[in-house]
Structures are given as structure tokens and as C-alpha cells.
């Protein structure tokens, strides 16, 4: 069975370590902000040692390993919350102590990103329920209405509904504004289903982003084959979302996940609305059809579910339904 944290409430205290990129200059200023902004709205924040913006991570593999693993492990800290992705968290995860995490109840761990690189395994090994959603960086921003704030997800069981937001938001970089809390309006978007009229189709949930994930799968940090197998009776719904890799990359890596057995279990695909770029002859739609269309399973597009904001929630290892159907875009998650 899926292990669920307890509920995260005000009073409950969150601990804010950087498992891949650190904060410097303007992003430290953004981190100081948001710390605040969390203390504001009623919650104990700790911040670790492992947050330095000099380099491309925030520390050495094994300090951060070793920071994640305590503040996962402390029974006192029910949140675990990195100010923002990075490049490198792979480095860290034959490096976290297993063992110990494996006896110790389940800790909240949030993010999105490079942080996909820990929540996956956290969840496919350890079978705790993680959550694909805002950073720290971003949690202060305000929610479109149809998503949730990631602060309501992980503070109660549900049923968690979400539908399409139609909103396509934007960020203010930290050297326009540090305190911001509404996205940029870019535009209108909407989900967008294809390989079916319709679609009402329930699993477990698991996936994150796909450039950083990839480099998982075939690795015993990546066995979402074996993942799914075990909950095969319940099906999974697979998500994915692209950062700014071109879509030829993006077609190559998908093939490596179809070959790796990520989809054997899957019942349907959700995509994240993505800004990265095209190749010239392939589109990041067609990487995706290229790669998965074979597998005759449905596909939602556009999805708010990664860089291109705002977020959709997700928690990973919950049981959740996708309804696209008429005017009906919606999920549904329950905790269980």
C-alpha cells in the first residue's frame, strides 16, 4: 500500500534544504522571502546548511545526500521543500541512506523539476506518496482558479479535484521582482486529449520531468516497470513534462522510457504544457506521438504540470481519475 504522510497543517514545521541547486544573488533574496511568506501563513520553517549559490549544486552529494535523508527522517519536520530544481540531484541518490529512510514514517517531500530525480525513487522504492508541485520559490504565487495550492493537497486527504485552468501563466525573474505572488499572464490554453473522443480513466499516479527522470530509468532508482506491476490491478496514469530540452532529445529519451517498461501498466498519459523548443522536422507534439503513439493508450496535452506555470499538483503513488469529456477536464485524487 501506498504510504501517505500525515496531514500538513499550520504550526507543522517545513525544513527548506536545496538536494540539487543552491541560492545566491536575487534567487537568495527570493528564498528569504518565501521562508517568510511560509512563517506568515503559520508554519515553522528550518532552513538547512545545504544552500549555497556558488556552484551547480548546493553542496557535495554527500552533505545534501545526508541533509535530505535527516530532515525526511525527523519525526519534528512533517515538509521537506527545495527553494527551486537544478541540474545534477542524480548525484545524490544511491547516496541517501535507504535503510533508515525505509524505517521511518513518511515525510512530505515537494518540488518539481530536478527534484522529479528524488521523488520518483522516493515513491517507486519506498512506496511513500510524494508531491509534483510548486517549489519554494514559487509557492507564494496566487492559484488560478480549477488548481489547488499544494499547501491544501498535502494539509488534508481529499477528494482533490482540479479541472483545466484555461490560464497560462509566466515568471517575474529575481532580478525583476523578488516578492512577487501573481504569475505573469501569457495567455490561454486548454488540455488537450488525443487518441480517443473521450477519456475517464483512473490509476496510480507517478511521473515528473522527463529530462531528468530518463537518466533513472533501467536503474533500481527508476523501476517504474516494477512500480507498476505491483499496483497493476490499479492501473497508473503516467505524467511527464519537458523543461527546455528540443524535441528530438525529448523523442529519444520518451523511446528509452517505453523500452525501460514505464508504460506497461499505464491506462493513459498526461503531457505538460512545455515552452522548449522544436526541431526542425520534429515538433515536441510529434516527439510524443513518436515515441508513445504506438502504445494506443490516450494522451492529454497541456497539462499545468510543469515549466510553463501555474501547477497542477500531483501526488505521486495517489489513486486518481482523469476525465476529459465535453467541457469536463478535470482529476480527481484520493489519498489511498
Known amino acids: ?9 499550520p504550526g507543522d514545521t ?4 536545496s538536494p540539487s541547486a543552491g541560492a545566491a544573488g536575487p534567487g537568495a533574496e527570493r528564498v528569504a522571502f518565501c521562508v517568510d511568506w511560509l512563517r506568515d501563513a503559520g508554519y515553522d520553517v528550518v532552513v ?8 551547480i549544486t548546493a553542496g557535495p552529494a554527500k552533505s545534501r545526500a545526508a541533509e535530505l535523508t535527516a530532515m525526511l527522517c525527523d519525526p519534528a519536520i512533517r515538509c521537506v521543500l527545495p527553494p527551486w530544481g537544478g541540474e545534477t540531484a ?12 525505509a524505517s521511518a514514517e513518511p ?3 515537494v518540488g518539481f ?7 520518483l525513487p522516493i515513491t517507486t522504492r519506498l512506496g511513500w506518496a510524494t508531491l509534483h508541485g510548486d517549489n519554494l520559490a514559487d509557492t507564494p504565487y ?3 482558479d480549477g488548481l489547488l495550492p499544494w499547501l491544501d493537497v498535502v494539509g488534508g486527504a481529499g477528494p482533490h479535484v482540479q479541472r483545466d485552468s484555461g490560464f497560462v501563466g509566466g515568471w517575474w ?9 501573481e504569475w505573469k499572464s501569457v495567455g490561454e490554453g486548454s488540455w488537450r486529449l488525443h487518441g480517443a473522443d473521450s477519456l475517464d480513466a483512473s490509476g496510480r499516479l507517478i511521473g515528473g520531468c522527463v529530462e531528468t527522470m530518463t537518466n533513472l530509468a533501467g536503474t533500481p532508482y527508476g523501476d517504474v516497470a516494477a512500480f507498476g506491476a505491483e499496483y497493476a490491478e490499479d492501473g497508473l496514469i503516467l505524467y511527464l513534462e519537458v523543461s527546455d530540452d528540443e524535441a528530438a532529445t525529448i523523442c529519444r529519451n520518451l523511446h528509452g522510457l517505453r523500452l525501460a517498461g514505464w508504460f506497461e501498466h499505464a491506462r493513459a498519459i498526461l503531457i505538460g504544457r512545455t515552452n522548449a523548443p522544436d526541431h526542425p522536422a520534429l515538433t515536441q507534439d510529434e516527439a510524443v506521438l513518436d515515441a508513445l503513439g504506438r502504445l494506443d493508450l490516450p494522451i492529454v496535452f497541456d497539462l499545468e504540470i510543469g515549466h510553463v506555470p501555474p501547477h497542477l499538483p500531483l501526488v505521486n503513488g495517489a489513486l486518481a481519475t482523469v476525465t476529459v469529456a465535453g467541457a469536463t477536464r478535470e482529476i480527481r485524487q484520493e489519498l489511498r
Do not use: H
Open 1 to 9: 500500500m501506498i504510504r501517505y504522510p500525515a496531514p500538513l497543517r
Open 14 to 17: 517545513i525544513a527548506v534544504t
Open 48 to 55: 538547512g546548511e545545504c544552500m549555497d549559490g556558488s556552484g
Open 90 to 101: 542524480i548525484d545524490l541518490v544511491d547516496l541517501l541512506d535507504w535503510d533508515a529512510l
Open 107 to 109: 515525510t512530505w517531500l
Open 113 to 119: 523539476s530536478d527534484l522529479s530525480t528524488v521523488l
Open 142 to 144: 496566487g492559484v488560478p
Open 173 to 181: 525573474r529575481f532580478e525583476e521582482d523578488t516578492r512577487a505572488v
